[in-house]
């Protein structure tokens, strides 16, 4: 494992101040990577000559139109852009938490039929009291491998991979196809699930950690969860006959407990709130082939998804 390569791919569009720490931190991992390539979608701004990208040498930049940006067929492009064994993916917004990201899902890979490990993400400082709970129920501190004996067990978490910060095997992506190539949303978990059912595996490495995490509104979770159902609607072959809503709804008892325990009793209120307009918003994905398109575009994430369907 200490000769394989690897290359990072990360989507980006108005990069701030997390990004150029992502960027640092990414240079400073034990495991090197070798290049960063960046599918930047054009904002105006010159991205190439920006302070926070200054005095690195293996930089790639790859520029795209608004409108040809795609959460799987851009990630995908930026993959073949590439010749590297394993391919980190991750957000503009995570930062790797120390520098052992890389060498700690690395090692998970010793594992020939391991098809991709994605890391652990610990809150941000300012992250709000609810998500940062969920942020520990979805993310704990025990790694685990997933495989499809688990299915039966753990229904659609055994699907579950995020590109937040997921290392991917080359060889095994190609096999498989890669990330679906037009897709609103959840490129990743499509891709872990078709690894799953072709018998490879997904690693859950809680001790490869990245920071991330976001204080959406109400609205937004509608809208995040709106779009997560159209991505399964689209694909009934991987998604029908596996549990889902049971997994949100041991969460929200799982949260419920924590909050009065821990003298948060207030705290339920709000999860109550969320919950329901996260389910309303998946409920409708669900069943977004019945709604006219003016409501589609009212209740999505992506609204250029939608521009040409």
Request: with cysteine.
């Amino acid at each position: 494992m200490e000769n394989c390569v690897i290359d990072a791919v990360i989507p980006v569009y108005k990069p701030d101040k997390k990004f150029a720490e992502l960027v640092r931190r990414l240079q400073m991992q034990r495991f090197k990577i070798r290049n960063i390539i960046i599918m930047h979608t054009k904002d105006g701004n010159d991205l190439m000559h920006s302070e926070c990208l200054s005095g690195y040498d293996n930089i790639i930049i790859e520029e795209i139109e608004p409108e040809e940006f795609d959460h799987g067929g851009t990630r995908d492009k930026g993959i073949h852009m590439s010749d590297a064994d394993y391919v980190l993916c991750m957000t503009q917004d995570a930062v790797p938490a120390d520098p052992f990201l890389t060498k700690r899902l690395v090692e998970r890979m010793e594992d020939s039929r391991m098809a991709a490990a994605y890391a652990r993400q610990l809150p941000w400082r300012e992250c709000r009291l609810l998500e940062r709970y969920i942020r520990q129920f979805n993310y704990p501190e025990n790694s685990v491998v997933k495989s499809r004996e688990d299915l039966d067990t753990m229904g659609i978490k055994t699907y579950f991979c995020s590109n937040v910060c997921a290392l991917y095997r080359r060889s095994i992506y190609d096999k498989m196809g890669g990330f679906e190539r037009r897709t609103i949303f959840n490129e990743d978990m499509i891709f872990a699930a078709v690894c799953i059912q072709n018998g490879y595996r997904i690693a859950y490495e809680a001790d490869a950690k990245v920071i991330h995490s976001h204080n959406y509104t109400n609205c937004q979770q509608f809208r995040r969860n709106f779009d997560l159902a159209v991505s399964q609607a689209q694909h009934p072959e991987i998604f029908e006959g596996v549990k889902s809503e049971s997994e949100g709804i041991r969460m929200v008892k799982s949260a419920a407990a924590y909050f009065v325990k821990n003298g948060h009793p207030f705290m339920v209120f709000r999860l109550v709130v969320s919950s329901a307009a996260k389910y309303f918003g998946y409920y409708l994905g669900k069943h977004y082939r019945m709604l006219p398109h003016a409501v589609i575009v009212r209740c999505t994430m992506s609204p250029r998804y939608w521009a040409g369907n």
